[in-house]
């Protein structure tokens, strides 16, 4: 089994022992590159580099720049959705973002772990597990997502949130680490 194919099925594998998973992330680095230097008023370049690095983008899909990734491919940004400034989604498995989705800024997304202990993890291996973030949510700025997390439809999570465990949907969550503060009802309505 290849280092790719063991990254693929969330198995311990080793990143930089394999060429084609080193060559996944220089052309990355390389598309990511292009796309943060793009003026932000030449939309249609940026959305060519986005559509080329993502696995997928939605319709009227918006990430700000600067963005970082590792493979790019990995991730799908559903229709409606923005990424503001300076998100880090290391997507060594999916990050799946759904529909009308609000990411504040510097969201860092990390799939990867490490082994816990330090002569295994000196020897360069990791495995990553999949992030899932579904329609309908709200992200304040500065939160990070830790490998293997689902945050359910409608959910809002607080500026500066660590998650690391699944968010149910609905549910309004916050702190470091995140945790579910309560429903979020009809009672939280503006009225528009």
Known sequence: ????EKMEQGAWYDPGADWELREAR???????????????????????????L????GDHASVLAPLQVDYGYNVSLGNRSFINHGAYLMDCAPITIGNDVFIGPNLGAYTAQHPLVAEERNL???????ITIEDDCWLGGDVKIMPG????????IGAGSIVTRDVPAGHLAVGAPCRVVRAITDEDRIGL
């Open 1 to 4: 089994m290849t280092e790719r």
């Open 26 to 52: 220089r052309r990355a680095a390389d598309l990511a590159f292009a796309y943060n230097q793009t003026q932000p008023s030449d939309r249609d370049r940026q959305g060519e580099l986005l559509r080329e």
């Open 149 to 156: 997390v689902t945050i359910g439809r409608g959910c809002v």
């Open 124 to 130: 360069g291996v990791e495995r990553a597990l999949p």
């Open 54 to 57: 993502f696995g997928h983008v």
